[in-house]
């Protein structure tokens, strides 16, 4: 046994806030009273249907994860957050039409007590959404006060002592760190003077570190990444993670691409194309937004892949994504994948995925485990980068040293050690050698 690490008790009910309110959110807040009143199964939910293994096979030690960590209840999860769009949570699921209505009416009153807060909005970043709900400011540095103290009020209002948030936002203009990102002093000069390389993202992460708040990132907008924000987290010791949530083609990528990998299979390339219709497709309409992603998705293969270590599999392969806005699909989006691979002696071969996935139904688990495990990490003092909360991200954040994982599989193996480690259960390493000796 390893020493485990101290984990407060969680007291009462968990907020959870989220900057955008949109399909994501909605089918978040809906869904988890569906399963609370026992309507549904919470399928897609690591903390809630996953299990994990204890000691040796023998031992047969395999608790479901709930009940190993002492996580916060989904049932006692108190949502709000900010939209730039005033429709409470049950209209605003409504438009995004990604729930039936049946589903929908079962909890039309406890969606529709949801309301946004204002949002902290620049249509530089944001181009294609309508804004009626927006906070007025005389500068960046003002509005992230405002954010900070709707933090406050929503913890008050609600006898709250715990909060986190999860960024649900549409995904922003794209952005690489300038010189108001490498430290905080200069962060927060760039915030008094109302830098436009200040994005409303970072303004969000900026008030949830300060009012020590754990913070995820699930759009691929720049935001906690930067330097000065993630320096502040560890120097505060609040956990944060990111970015960009990991729920369709792109999951399939980190499933397929270590397949590949294990069996020596040679990759020529790897054309991806996506249609959708909600919100986000319309964000992603624009330029600028689209680049965002399209940098997410795009730096997956090379980190599974590693073609500076097998320049003869992987050295010289084409990766195509494209996206594509198209409104009659609304948020059941799909993503075709033409991938020609060789094999033995260089014969090719090709395999097609078609994914007609459900974006919110398949990112609304992933942002109910990043709460509850960000709450778990706060309550446990793991305070900066959570790089074992990689498995949920396209483009997960680590140390500047260090290289992301994308392996799905290593990612899982990392989470899963990590619960064990912060408990003081040995990690796994699947040898296996001591059983035959």
Known sequence: MSEAREIREAPGRLGVLVPGMGSVATTLMAGVRLVERGFEEPIGSLTQMGTLRLGKRPEKRVPRIKDFVPLAEPGGLVFGGWDPVPEDAYHAALSAGTLHKEHLEAVREELSAIRPMSAVFDEHYVSRIPTSNTKSYASLREAAEMVREDIRSFKRENGLERVVVVNCASTEAYAQPREAHFSLAAFEEALERSDPSISPAMVYAYAAIQEDVPYANGAPSLAVDVPALSELARERGVPVAGKDFKTGQTLMKTIVAPGLKARMLGLEGWYSTNILGNRDGEVLDDPASLKSKEVSKLSVLEHILQPD???????????????????????????????????????????????????????????LDLALFLDLAQRAGMGGVQEWLSFYFKSPMTLPELYPEHDLFVQLTKLKNTLRTIKGEQPIHHTGLDYYE
């Open 309 to 367: 270590l097998y320049p003869e599999l992987y050295g010289d392969y084409s990766h195509v994504v494209k996206i594509d806005y198209y409104p009659p699909r609304g948020d059941a989006k799909e993503g075709w994948d033409n991938i020609d691979i060789k094999g033995w002696l260089g014969y090719p071969m090709q395999i097609k995925i078609n994914f007609l996935a459900r974006d919110s139904i398949l990112a609304a688990p992933v942002v």
